[in-house]
């Protein structure tokens, strides 16, 4: 039997909390119980966001719940060629295309299209669709434009890349916390329309990045947050591009404020660290998570 390979990979763009919490002791049970393999990977591919006090953070509030990982830990900062030679791969598929619009460029574009009473599409965050016009730009344009350094990201041509699939794409979820039953859930990546494959100033994003290292580290069980859910649909269909190959998943509840709503990594109270200094122990942080 081959050996199950969980992972957690947090963000270093602020403190851990306690869905964080919930989400690495979740994995390090599940890698536990299967006797299988925990992995840590730092997604701080947001060089801006994403600090050395941050990581030294995360390291710490992780040391202190008692996880422990196999060595090495991967940093994706430290592999954006890794990145870049997939994407080439995708530019050269032509399943890519060099987005210029700014966020004000976009903004105002959706309001003009909404102000003649069309309602814009949205992901399923709720953020408003990328528009179809740097789609259509003629080669010429988009490389007269390139050629003057104008910033550019480059999107997914989601309804060519499914066109071109022409098969319905589904993934593997495990149906609870015991990882006991799966069910096959269809993917959907056009409910997010054409999402950043790499963004202007590196050559990944957050999809790009995470089933590129998901891969290489060899993981077999992919166990995240609920508001990943949807997002694996996008994920799946550039696992089919480049040919890698797909986990199972486990999307596990949120773990909720008194407000009722998901912890962000601004809400103090929540944090790990505020907690421990409180004289909060690691037995307390697993009641309060349910585990
Ligand atoms: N880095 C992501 C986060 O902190 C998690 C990505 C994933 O587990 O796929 O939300």
């Not at 992901?123 to 669709?129: A, E, F």
């Not at 890698?244 to 009722?260: E, K, N, S």
Request: charged share 30%.
């Amino acid at each position: 039997m081959t050996l199950l390979t969980f992972r957690f990979a947090p963000s270093p763009n602020g403190e851990l909390h306690l869905g964080h919490a919930y989400s690495a002791l979740l994995n390090q049970k599940l890698a536990e119980t299967h006797d299988g393999r925990l992995l840590l990977r730092i997604e701080d591919i947001d060089t801006t966001r994403c600090t050395p006090q941050f990581e030294a953070g995360v390291l710490a509030d992780l040391k202190w719940l008692g996880v422990g990982w196999e060595e090495p830990v991967r940093r994706q900062s430290e592999h954006f060629a890794e990145y870049q030679a997939q994407l080439d791969r995708l530019i050269r598929e032509d399943l890519v295309y060099p987005a210029f619009m700014s966020r004000g460029e976009i903004r105002a574009f959706i309001a003009d299209s909404e102000k003649r009473g069309r309602d814009w599409p949205r992901d399923p965050d709720g953020v408003p669709l990328y528009p179809p016009s740097d789609k259509a730009l003629p080669v010429k344009e988009r490389k007269r434009r390139i050629a003057e350094n104008e910033p550019f990201a480059w999107r997914l041509n989601v309804d060519a890349a499914v066109a071109r699939v022409g098969r319905d794409l589904a993934w593997t979820e495990f149906s609870d916390e015991t990882l006991s039953a799966t069910r096959s859930v269809e993917a959907r990546p056009q409910d997010w329309g054409d999402v950043i494959v790499a963004r202007r100033d590196i050559p990944t994003s957050y999809h790009l990045a995470v089933i590129v290292d998901d891969a290489l580290q060899g993981v077999s069980h992919v166990v995240r947050g609920q508001d990943l859910f949807s997002a694996t649909g996008v994920q799946r269909l550039l696992q089919e591009f480049l040919g890698l190959p797909q986990p199972a998943y486990f999307h596990h509840r949120l773990i909720l404020g008194p407000d009722g709503r998901k912890l962000s990594k601004s809400l103090g109270d929540t944090g790990l660290a505020k907690l421990r200094v409180a004289g909060a122990s690691t037995d307390d942080v697993r009641r309060m998570v349910g585990l």
